[in-house]
């Protein structure tokens, strides 16, 4: 069924009877060509670039519980191109011209809104280094504007300009970036996917792989053994698990990041905002919350839970940037677990295992990255080769020392 | 998070800082003939477990010491906390005492 404004009047006069299931739930095959674990934002958007763009078949997405259910339904939707180094930018630009394209490509509604991002500026070196920035993001073919104090004033008059420690000198702009409606992401995704033939098997958790003579045959599940041409890892929060299986060790340390809403509000916020001088940032659902978050907790945990001392130190950094935000009473917190990779930065890869791939690594990062993550998967499954985008998220950078060090903070930087 | 520090009792581990796997206490041999791929692991692999893991905390704001920590990273549940001193010490030992054997 084809979404669109018509279908929706027509359903709307005759009592909504009309609408069918957005996926279908089969049953595991003996084998596939194909087959992805992970269900979540970065794995479905393989399974349907890997299906639309590159016109494999015999897919199969494996999920050990839910789709969604994992990173892509726990973060805080934002999506933005402003990175700074050679390997990133190119990529973080391909995905933001994907997110673009995004619901006319899937015919799914994921509330594309760029709504701009602002990284304010609270000193005269950040001011440089973020000038840099911004030069190097627009020679990537992506976007990006100074701002003055007087015309952030203008923009978010709420802001706390004359903070005596970090008072606001200005701000990089990126009127591209925005937030995205997140599980319409892995629900788009997921219809688009099985409309092109790809079999999504939720509740099927992979217990172990079949690697014969070096190569992978098929992958041991809890709804039986499923033969497999090629293999694509992306469960990122759970890689280092997974890949054990494999036998493999990850340069990966999996951490907690807590997220938190408001109530709901009337529109306040112009975009998303983020602090310069502390690690927070915000912006406003379409529901009207003020969704924020700041650092990883610090600490190796699975739990999907943090600690109180984050909260604090999250809610210190909100009053010190936006006063109003104390008026606010907190709806919701949560936290989910992050692949904190040791140089900050991702992975899409090969294994040394003959058609063992994967995808991982993301940090705090990964939702921004999902389409292009995809596409870049899904290219390097299809063709044997790396995306032209993804070249540098190997895994054996830090035994070559290419090291990706966008801003130095991997799982255990010594700077907190 | 308490950490039932061996010498000063439970402190908030808000009082500490946290490195990571206590795996980073045996440093590899750099005279090996492999030490270039054995750094690359002891420096960047982990095994990463859900479950009981082994880590190291610094008591920054407190003594200074360093501790081995066992803690169970999917429900935070910390269940023994050891100098790491105690730790190296006692591991050297052993294996003092397997090359005499």
Redesign the interface.
Known sequence: MRYSALRIAWEALTGHKGWTQAWRDPDPQPAYDYVIIGGGGHGLATAHYLAKVYGKARIAVLEKGWIGGGNVGRNTTIVRSNYLLPGNEPFYEFSLKLWEGLEQDLNYNAMVSQRGIMNLIHSDAQRDAFRRRGNAMILQGSDAELLTTDQVRKEAPFLNFDNARFPIKGALVHRRGGTVRHDAVAWGYARSADQHGVDIIQNCEVTGFRIEEGRIKAVETSRGYIGAGKVGVAVAGNSSRVMAKAGMRLPIESHVLQAFVSEGLKPVLPGVITFGAGHFYVSQSDKGGLVFGGDIDGYNSYAQRGNLPVVEDVAEGGMALMPMLGRARLLRMWGGIMDMSMDGSPFIDRTHIDGLFFNGGWCYGGFKATPASGYAFAHLLATDQPHETAQAYRLDRFLSGHMIDEKGVGAQPNLH | ?IIPHPLLGPRD??EF?????ASLLDRPDPDAATA??DF??Y????????GQ?Q?LWFHEQGDRSWLVVT?D????EILNAELARDVVLARRAAADKGADA
């Open positions: 998070m581990a808000q800082t946290y490195l990571g796997d270039a791929e690359h692991a420096a960047y692999l982990r095994d990463n477990p859900a893991h880590e803690r990273t999917t429900t935070h």
